[in-house]
């Protein structure tokens, strides 16, 4: 089968967004046909088919190479004919290619998205680290399948052919490590999702997937190549592609993205489903959506670290039912009912919003010492087959002492709702405050506290991911940075996204009426600065 450069598979009329497939190694557009010449999207939902155009980018691709033969013979007339002028290129400049077509195609569908096999998903990742670098690249979906992200042994084996795409993808090699150092720098905001397959013999597991992001590969049936030619749609890679790019159109659909008031979203100071492409993903979240599987949590850091964003997107991504409870409005002094109250009202609020049953239990306004059973009764009596999450914020912004109060009063709570016998909903607890107030309990109080809950704190960012998250905010705002601007909001930020998002919020409000510099921006946001 001959391969163009771009060739369409289907072009639906009301297709928003394309998929570019991209082959690997040796590869071609039959890479993703099967025996009975149907190609994977074939397979997929009505609705992706109807919303997306399918399209392959080739690339020459060649085992045996012979590029020096090539150049040598190639200037001899009569052998000159019947050698073909294609030879194996570097990454950076199939990407190079890829380039050309992608900016004629970029203002005709909303995204532009990529299903890669082996070699293909490290060429795509070359492409949209440098799309990222220079803020050119509204991001899609990548999806891998069997790449080899931490190199292939395979490639080394074979590599003493002086084959260049080979050398490319040998464990360790200068590409491999400088994809995956720039990967980590620029991939925060894009949705990924990496395959590998039961019985790959190329690429072993732990390289088809990117170190940091192991929570989005999935294992499916087949070989390195067979794993690209499903025949049913009841295969594991067709059902997951289905519900990872269905999920990822309802995102795109329900995005601001075409809103003036787009920097709401993007500077976000309380997280929905909607800021996910602009939130960035840390290791703290993977810490903290562990824990939740595993128990409460209890998360600590100084104001402006992201704590409360940090809760909100555990809630939000979970996938359960959460009640969000923020205490930061409170202003009653030692009384602990009050805020109990408070949760216990906003828990039967939320039910009756989503029309969820729960027991009508008739609070008892001067009987402080039954709360807390009311509040379990209340969360046991919820009619929800998905897990319950409680999340009660800002609990040190309260006094010490009362600070104190509600912390062993909120141990107690859980502890009361863990001992329950007649136990029917899991319920998981987050609590977020400045600082642990483990120390001022009582022995017995420390240990049931250990056992219950996880402790993760969160301290002031690096600035590597301020860095990220200034590069997620300037592309999707179309901010323009140049190195002066980047180190002054570093120096600006001092390790809080908080204070970079204030300022950036500032700069697009000035840039509204005049045009303002980052640096005026810093200016009026130190001058009105409220940590």
Known sequence: MKNRTLQYHSQPDKANHLVLYVHGFTGGVETFLNEENKYLHEYLSENINQNCAFASFCYNTRLLDFSIIRRVAGNIPRLNKY???????????????????????KNKYKTINFICHSMGGLLIKQFIIEE???????????????????????ASL???????????????????????????VISAGINVKFYSALDDSIVHEKSSYVRGQECNRSTVEGSHTSMCKPTTKESALIRSLDLTICNYLQLVKNSPIQ???????????????????????????????????????WITGPSGSGKTVLAQHALVESGGLYFYIDLSPCSMADNNYGFFQLIFETIQSICNSKD??????????????????????????????????????????????????????????????NNRLDKTNKVRFIIASGTLPRENFEISAKNKFDSLF???????????????????????????????????????????????????????QLQKNSLATIDEAIIKASSEEIL
């Not at 003036?260 to 997280?271: I, K, M």
């Not at 492409?277 to 824990?291: F, I, K, N």
């Not at 980047?486 to 996204?497: H, T, V």
């Open 132 to 154: 990222r670098q220079n803020r050119s690249l509204h991001p899609g979906f990548y999806i891998t399948l069997g790449t080899p992200h931490q190199g292939s042994i395979g």
């Open 158 to 184: 074979l590599s003493v052919s002086g084959n260049t795409q080979l050398k490319e993808m040998e464990p360790f090699s200068e590409r491999i490590d400088k994809l995956e150092q720039d990967w980590n």
């Open 356 to 417: 969820l049953y729960c027991a009508k239990i008739i609070n008892r306004p001067n009987a402080p010492e039954t709360i807390i059973q009311d509040i379990s009764n209340l969360l046991n009596s919820i009619s929800c087959k998905m897990p319950i999450y409680v999340c009660v914020d800002e609990v040190s912004l309260l006094a010490n002492k009362v600070f104190i109060n509600l912390s062993t009063q909120l141990l107690s709570l859980v502890i009361f709702h």
């Open 454 to 508: 996880k402790s993760i704190h969160i301290g002031n960012w690096l600035d590597s991911d301020i860095k990220a998250l200034m590069l997620i905010a300037s592309s999707a705002l179309a901010i323009k940075l140049n190195t002066d601007h980047i180190d002054n909001l570093l120096a600006f930020s001092k390790g809080s996204p908080r204070r970079l998002k204030n300022c950036l919020s500032k700069f697009m």
């Open 83 to 105: 050698l073909s002028p294609s030879t194996n290129q570097r990454l950076d400049r199939n990407a190079d290619l890829l380039r050309t077509y992608y900016n004629t195609l």
């Open 259 to 297: 809103s003036s008031d787009l920097y709401d979203y993007v500077l976000f100071q309380s997280y929905r489903h909607e800021c996910e492409p602009y939130y960035l993903t840390r290791s703290a979240d993977e810490a903290v959506l562990h824990a939740l599987g595993n128990g409460n949590v």
